[in-house]
């Protein structure tokens, strides 16, 4: 059964950064892009950063670029979204997601929140 499992959010000062993690398992890691998606109460869920399945390329929300990095370790079956320099409107629940077409996979999400 496929299982993302995400780690690392929680309560960080303006200017701060957070690691987020995301543990996959059930599925060939390899052949799935990997992307990080943040959803706030009555917003639709957004995509932040996306990263190919072998790493080479990857995609950020104009918001983010410059503050966030996504990467992911193949042999670890895992995927990350550092973010530094973190804004209160970075403030949200955090989802890893993975994406061979048709299929997708969803964690359960990570809360991050940005406030002093």
């Known amino acids: 059964q496929a299982q993302l499992v995400e780690s690392g959010g929680g309560l960080v000062q303006p200017g701060g950064s957070l690691r987020l993690s995301c543990a996959a398992s059930?599925?060939?890691?390899?052949?799935?892009?990997m992307n990080w998606y943040r959803q706030t109460p009555g917003k639709e869920r957004e995509l932040v950063a996306s990263?190919?399945?072998?790493?080479?390329?990857?995609n950020y929300e104009d918001s983010v670029k410059g503050r966030f990095t996504i990467s992911r370790d193949n042999a670890k079956n895992m995927v990350y979204l550092q973010m530094n320099s973190l804004k209160p409107e970075d403030t949200a629940v955090y989802y890893c997601?993975?994406?061979?077409?048709?299929?997708?996979?969803w964690g359960q999400g990570t809360q991050v929140t940005v406030s002093s």
């Open positions: 990263i190919s399945q072998t790493g080479g390329i990857t």
């Open positions: 997601n993975a994406r061979s077409w048709p299929s997708e996979h």
């Open positions: 059930g599925f060939t890691f390899t052949r799935y892009a």
